[in-house]
């Protein structure tokens, strides 16, 4: 019997959120009620609103956004070293516990989660899902590793250091030009925000490293200087 895909994203989810339960930048699991057809899922009220609808505050203050992507990062690396990719990080799927408090961001949505047997271990994807503007080069040729969640955070800080831009094209009506410009086109981070920040481009040069081999680790990230 063919299992439908919702289902199986919802299972991914319950086992991704009960293995990181411990880590605290993770929605917090507090149970799964089932029943004949469907399972309900109760997690943790996250009142602080989403990262979209702050990143506009965050990109007139360096020194918060700065502190986003570390926790973000730092976060990240429980979750890979736990054996799970998140795998549709986006700024929709990070959220804040408080609203006065950026270091209480919170990852959600482990429905598209990737479980690997360790954080060196590639996957070959059976589909090719997620948010497309967020998604790594690998991620279109139906492969993912840690590093894809790398590139994704990427384009989240270039979003966040210039009030919402995108490094690749945002032609949202032609997903074609979309996918080669990840594919074959160098990111676009000439913005005047980010021009005078050298330690910055040169962090996200090395995060949207086309070549996942080549591609900064979030270890590699967390020790830029």
Known sequence: MKIPLYKHQLQTEIVSLYR???????????????NKDAANVY?????????????????????????????????LQQIHNAGIIHNDLKPDNIMFKSYDDFSSLCLI????????????????????????????????????????????????LVQLMTGGRFPFTTNST????????ILYEPPLLNYVELKDDQLALDLLNHMLEKDPM????????????
Not at 44 to 69: A, D, H, M, W, Y
Not at 174 to 181: A, D, R, T
Request: proline share 4%; with cysteine.
């Open 43 to 75: 997690l943790e009220n996250l009142s602080g609103g989403s990262l979209r609808e702050r990143i506009p505050e965050l990109s007139t203050s360096s020194f918060e956004c700065r502190k986003v992507i570390h926790k973000l990062l730092l976060t």
């Open 109 to 156: 949505d482990f429905g598209d989660a990737v479980l690997i047997p360790s954080p060196y271990s590639g996957v070959d994807l059976k589909l090719m899902r997620g948010s497309p503007h967020y998604m790594s080069p690998e991620r279109l040729t139906y492969q993912a590793s840690v590093k894809s969640d790398v590139w994704s955070v990427g384009v989240i």
């Open 174 to 181: 032609n997903l074609n030009q979309l996918w080669y410009s």
């Open 20 to 34: 990181l339960r411990d880590i605290k930048n993770v929605v917090r699991i507090l149970g799964v009620r089932y």
């Open 214 to 225: 080549k591609r900064y680790s979030v270890t590699d990230c967390l020790n830029h200087k």
